[in-house]
């Protein structure tokens, strides 16, 4: 929470464009990351058609079928539904990459979901690298004066000790984040 609310006011003072762009795409994957319990390193090869709205609009529906761990042609399906406590919600944070997206007239319906720029301020249909995702969390972590060595993994572990703690049976957290054992 306190990680995305100060991405949120980092996203609301005046920046650049892509300033914007990078702020609003890392807080819409450590949100997805932390919601979905996906390995981080597959989430980042997440493509726009493998994502499908929920009805009622309330979540989504991700069909991800290809990542360091799906190698073999595996899909893992998960869904991840709409979060009352805005500041977190994975779904408003995906919202507001792809508007901030649309203002830099990258169009964010086709090819990769989560892209890295390049040096001159453009945006790559490619997959954003681990460290690229790792590096931004250690500068905002460092910047809130918070860095205490999180990986982006911590993410991971964190939905399934969340979902733990909520009381959710041992069998359907490793089914949610993937684990096999």
Not at 57 to 68: A, I, M, P, Q
Not at 81 to 97: A, F, K, L, M, S
Not at 158 to 178: K, P, W
Request: glycine share 8%.
């Amino acid at each position: 929470t306190q990680l995305s609310s100060y991405l949120e006011r980092e996203l609301q003072s005046s920046k650049s464009p892509i300033q914007c762009f990078i702020i609003a795409r890392v807080q819409a994957y450590l949100k997805t990351a932390f919601f979905s319990g996906d390995c981080p390193g597959d989430l980042r090869q997440v493509k726009v058609p493998e994502i499908l709205r929920f009805p009622n609009d309330n979540g989504f529906l991700f069909n991800h079928v290809w990542g360091k761990t799906l190698r073999d042609g595996d899909s893992n399906v998960f869904g991840i539904h709409r979060n009352t406590q805005t500041i977190i919600c994975p779904i408003r944070g995906i919202e507001q990459y792809i508007a901030v997206a649309n203002e830099m007239k990258d169009d964010l319906t086709h090819g990769y979901l989560f892209r890295p720029t390049t040096p001159k301020g453009g945006i790559q249909n490619a997959p954003l690298s681990s460290s690229t995702a790792e590096a931004r969390v250690k500068v905002y972590l460092k910047d809130m004066g918070m860095d205490e060595g999180e990986t982006l993994h911590g993410f991971r572990s964190g939905c399934a000790i969340t979902l733990a703690l909520r009381g959710a049976e041992l069998s359907e957290i490793m089914d949610h984040v993937g684990w096999s054992r």
